[in-house]
């Protein structure tokens, strides 16, 4: 069991190179296929029709700009990926924005590779940023690369966040190639709930079980989340030395995580280490 197709989402930030290379590294080590995607950036349902004047006059113009970034930014994934490894690559250019160029990616990739903050590709700046868009709706699993640093392909130490839920159930499963590779992953179950319908009369157990069969070492942690998870999550990935963190995303409705604050919400702002997610 392996990955096959990872998709990177290419574009002309500054962190997008140090994407590509995890992505081509992942890529290499797998023996997958690498495709970078990038977007023009205008939504497939903007139409022109409306426009009179000036506006239209110069929407050509714009809609050639778009277009110009999005295969300048391919100079970088070229150089970056072969050199970092990935066995065959492909660029794609989709002519819609960012969150919806990258889940049409995700239903052909076994993985998608995404940037932690790149709002700057999104039109609507009030609405959710790319990050927050794909985990929500992409069929494939997602790994989130921070603004900053440089990540191996394999992290030596994984942390999984698990709460028994069908998001967090998706994320594990989804990165037992990765956690097939990690020296120790560690299964992390804040605040268990006993009981049939929570976490089992041994919290964490059934899970680890689970995994252990796939060849993962494999240990379980109880701990206290001290009323946020999400900032406990952080706080002991750092403590663990976890160079993954392996999570559900948006257990709970988008809408709900913007009133309260949510983990996911908490994660995607703070995090300083790859988070590979599911919804």
Not at 16 to 30: D, I, K, N, T, W
Not at 110 to 131: C, E, F, K, R
Not at 145 to 164: M, N
Request: aromatic share 6%.
């Amino acid at each position: 069991m392996g990955y096959k197709t990872i998709g990177v989402h290419v574009n002309e930030s500054p962190q997008a190179a140090s994407r590509v290379r995890l992505a081509a590294r992942c890529a290499a080590g797998f023996g997958a296929h690498l495709v970078g995607v990038a977007a023009t950036g205008l939504p497939s349902y903007f139409h022109l029709g409306g426009l009179t004047g000036v506006g239209a006059a110069a929407m050509p113009a714009y809609l050639d700009l778009l277009k110009e970034r999005a295969h300048a930014a391919f100079g970088m994934f070229e150089r970056e990926a072969p050199r970092a490894g990935a066995p065959t690559c492909e660029k794609r250019v989709i002519e819609d924005d960012a969150g919806a160029a990258l889940c049409l990616q995700a239903r052909y990739s076994d993985l998608l590779v995404i940037g932690q903050h790149d709002s700057g590709d999104y039109l609507n700046v009030q609405g959710p940023t790319v990050a927050e868009y794909v985990v929500m709706h992409a069929v494939s699993p997602v790994l989130i690369v921070p603004d900053e640093g440089e990540f191996p392909a394999v992290a030596p130490r994984v942390l999984i966040a698990w709460d028994g839920g069908m998001q967090a159930a998706r994320a594990v499963h989804s990165a037992i190639p990765l956690l097939r590779q990690a020296e120790l992953a560690q299964v992390v179950v804040f605040d268990a709930e006993i009981g049939p319908q929570a976490h089992g009369e041994e919290p964490g157990a059934d899970i680890a079980l689970f995994l252990a069969r796939h060849g993962v070492k494999v240990e379980v942690c109880l701990l206290s989340a001290g009323g946020n998870a999400g900032e406990a999550i952080l706080s002991h990935a750092g403590y663990f030395g976890a160079g993954l963190i392996v999570m559900g995303g948006y257990g709970h409705s988008r809408f709900r995580e913007v009133l309260l604050g949510g983990v996911t919400r908490t994660v995607l702002d703070r995090m300083t280490v790859p988070v590979l997610m599911a919804h």
